[in-house]
């Protein structure tokens, strides 16, 4: 859509905004009707279809009092929920909100206010345990599953046309975007073929129970990992692979972004142990070295720095293209926000033109089992994710280190992920972070980061192997969930 005309009768509510009257979406709505019932959501609430409600502001006081995850904007990419949320309650801050806020599986959480969060939203899980969310997000229940089956609503809420509904009706209210009410106005085709709907039902709940699969490992994966490098076997990881969610569910806690931080008090330690004049005492955090040392027994500990020495890794910072570049094109531009749970969000926030990608591509030179490390941030440093087949083609900022492992034998990229999301090696990140300017950073402290590489070859393929396995079958559950989400307005099921 560039231009085009409408009649002054057809403004509604004092709204003068072109894109609110974007005439293909009608037409394209239009067009579906002999296929589709076009409902919109305030049709589908008076029906007895669903029901929706917002979450609550707890206030900054709250934050970090416990582990029990509060939901924000941030915390909802690729459809789900992060397995470690930036803010976390006490258990006496969540039961004033709980039976209020009700969150159950198989609830969808929908981000209302932001700018580009603006539609993102999350398929609720078994392994969402107890939780509250925030006032920007709306949660929608399916009230009725003869109607539309939960798994239904939500591909339709990803299909193109619906997202393309959501961003038409997005305005400016004081200094933050949202959808506010006209969240009710948008319109969702749904297929009328009972089969088909079954069908979709059905692929997209064994696309999203291998996302769920692999979303538990991956949440669990720090304390498995722990086991492993003490113990110097690998049957923890190769055991729970076999458990049913039930049992999963038994073994997963609720951490937030602090489980990173350590928990020491208080230690003394002599002056000539300062180091380059660094007087911030987590530096200097004892029970980190005590746990290397004991791990020393089945490990290898290496750091950054030898490693690259060595030629095993070698690691980089991306570009900053500007500001002016963004939105040029569609090859991802990849930011420190652009990840989560080991993956690249299926839709960056910012993408680049074709030209801007080819003047940094060949520096840049991003190969599939790179892996990407924040370095820059706050609560995001550390996070991680490993590029795939679908990612290769991409640039990443300066806030990124890019990593890559030239001795896979010694060192495969799998394992160096399961290891950089280790707790031992995360805590030392956050250790080494410091303030520069307005931002934290690790900079080039990441030469000081102590890998624990399992001495035993057997040890090290199987942890390779598991999550090798947990990363592709969940990449290619988010790309059948994509293609569901056309296929749902096309109608042809493959």
């Excluded at 279809?49 to 939901?71: L, N, V, W």
């Excluded at 803010?87 to 039961?95: A, C």
């Excluded at 009710?184 to 073929?193: E, H, S, T």
């Excluded at 892996?371 to 083609?393: A, N, P």
Aim: aromatic content about 10%.
């Amino acid at each position: 859509m560039i231009n085009y005309w409408i009649n002054k009768s057809t403004i509604k509510n004092d709204i003068f905004i072109p894109k609110y009257y974007n005439p293909e979406i009608q037409t394209f709505l239009n067009s579906l009707k002999h296929t589709h019932d076009c409902l919109s959501i305030q049709e589908m609430v008076e029906l007895g279809y669903i029901e929706h409600s917002t979450g609550h502001e707890i206030g900054k006081h709250a934050y970090g009092t416990g582990d029990i995850p509060f939901i924000r904007t941030s915390d909802i990419s690729n459809w789900e929920l992060k397995t470690i949320p930036k803010q976390g309650v006490s258990r006496e801050i969540y039961e004033q909100y709980a039976e209020k806020q009700d969150v159950r599986e198989g609830d969808i959480l929908l981000v209302r206010d932001g700018t580009y969060l603006i539609g993102h939203n999350c398929f609720i899980s078994k392994i969402d345990k107890e939780l509250i969310y925030q006032s920007h997000i709306i949660k929608i229940r399916i009230k009725n599953h003869e109607l539309i089956s939960p798994e239904l609503f939500f591909i339709i809420l990803n299909s193109d046309i619906v997202q393309q509904q959501i961003r038409s009706v997005q305005f400016t209210a004081d200094i933050i975007d949202t959808i506010g009410q006209r969240f009710n106005q948008i319109v969702f085709p749904i297929p009328k073929d009972i089969n088909i709907q079954k069908q979709l039902t059905l692929k997209t709940q064994i696309s999203l129970k291998k996302r769920n699969y692999g979303k538990a490992f991956i949440k669990h994966c720090p304390t498995m990992i722990e086991d492993i490098l003490l113990n110097g076997k690998s049957e923890v990881a190769e055991k729970f692979m076999e458990l049913d969610i039930e049992n999963i569910l038994n073994l997963l806690g609720s951490d937030t972004i602090t489980a990173e931080f350590g928990d020491f008090n208080s230690f003394i330690i002599n002056s000539n142990e300062i180091s380059k004049d660094i007087f911030i005492p987590k530096y200097y955090d004892p029970d980190i070295d005590n746990e290397l040392n004991i791990l020393s027994n089945n490990c290898d500990i290496v750091t950054f720095k030898e490693l690259k020495e060595k030629n095993v890794l070698n690691y980089s910072t991306g570009d900053e293209i500007g500001k002016l570049a963004y939105g040029t094109g569609s090859i991802p531009f990849i930011r420190t926000s652009d990840f989560s749970n080991w993956e690249i969000k299926h839709d960056p926030k910012q993408g680049v033109s074709e030209e801007i990608y080819n003047e940094y591509a060949e520096k840049q030179n991003t190969q599939i089992e790179d892996i990407l490390l924040v370095r820059d941030g706050t609560y995001l440093i550390g996070s991680s994710c490993i590029i795939t087949e679908f990612d290769q083609k991409s640039l990443y900022c300066g806030g990124l280190y890019k990593i890559r492992s030239n001795d896979k034998n010694y060192l495969d990229p799998y394992l160096l992920l399961g290891l950089l999301n280790s707790y031992i090696v995360k805590r030392q990140i956050r250790t080494k972070q410091f303030t520069r300017d307005v931002i934290d950073t690790i900079g080039n402290r990441i030469d000081e980061v102590k890998i624990p590489i399992p001495k035993n070859d057997e040890v090290k393929k199987s942890i390779s192997k598991l999550i090798k396995e947990t990363v592709l079958n969940r990449i290619n559950a988010r790309e059948e969930i994509k293609l569901l989400s056309n296929q749902v307005i096309t109608l042809k099921i493959e």
